[in-house]
């Protein structure tokens, strides 16, 4: 499902619209995991840049959704999915007090 946050269409990985609640689980090379990402070491011209937009791409959803009444969950791909499961189901259970 696609959200409008302003003059952003975002795509988030899981959304709960009664919620407002939108899940993204941010791959480690793509997102810039300080753990496992890894940095290519052929094209660097081009993967420099791209990954680098992708981390300031990442920061602009957070806040334009943040700033329309939406929580904005990110977890990684090498995270535990019971802890994160948990922590989405405490927030959707929890009542929507976020504006927009």
């Known amino acids: 499902m696609r959200i409008r946050a302003g003059r952003l269409l975002v795509h988030p990985d899981?959304?709960?619209t009664r919620s407002r609640i939108?899940?993204?689980?941010?791959?480690?090379f793509w997102h810039g995991c300080t753990l496992h990402g890894?940095?290519?070491?052929?094209?660097?011209e081009y993967w420099g840049?791209?990954?680098a937009a992708?981390?300031?791409?990442?920061?602009?959803v957070d806040a334009e959704l943040t700033a329309h009444g939406w929580l904005v969950i990110r977890?990684?791909?090498h995270d535990d999915s019971e802890e994160v499961a948990s922590l989405v189901l405490r927030e959707v259970r929890k009542p929507v007090k976020r504006g927009a």
Do not use: I
Request: charge should be positive; aromatic fraction near 10%; include cysteine.
């Open 49 to 51: 840049p791209k990954l």
């Open 75 to 77: 977890c990684w791909e």
């Open 14 to 16: 899981v959304v709960f």
């Open 54 to 60: 992708n981390k300031q791409r990442d920061r602009r």
């Open 38 to 44: 890894t940095t290519p070491r052929s094209n660097v």
């Open 22 to 28: 939108a899940v993204f689980v941010d791959g480690c």
